[in-house]
Nanobody, 118 residues
């Protein structure tokens, strides 16, 4: 059972940056890991994924602004968010699974809130 704990959320003005982190309770280098977000009143949205080989995917709305990365030595996943927009405001969750296709049904953290103000 992998436990995931997100941190690093907060409030920032539009145009600013934040880095959220996701610490895993065990070795996750062989896992696909990803970031999802859910804004109030909206459906959950996949933001970015990184597989065991380091290949990444991003939703179109964050391409060029967000960067997903992993530090396998620290069992930690990151999401660097630059040029933040008010529409990026959401609860951000990390997830892990043996395959990216199974992320939705994998292990999840409790989330960290990101608020972007004008």
């Amino acid at each position: 059972q992998v436990q995931l704990v997100e941190s690093g959320g907060g409030s920032v003005q539009a145009g600013g940056s934040l880095r959220v982190s996701c610490a895993a309770s065990e070795y996750t280098s062989d896992y696909c890991m990803g970031w999802f977000r859910q804004a109030s009143g909206k459906e959950r949205e996949g933001v970015a994924t990184i597989d065991r080989y380091g290949s990444t995917t991003y939703v179109d709305s964050v391409k060029g602004r967000f960067t997903i990365s992993k530090d396998n030595a620290k069992n930690t996943l990151y999401l660097q968010m630059n040029s933040l927009k008010p529409e990026d405001t959401a609860m951000y969750y990390c997830a892990a699974a043996g395959s990216c296709r199974y992320l939705i049904g994998g292990y999840w953290g409790q989330g960290t809130q990101v608020i972007v103000s004008i």
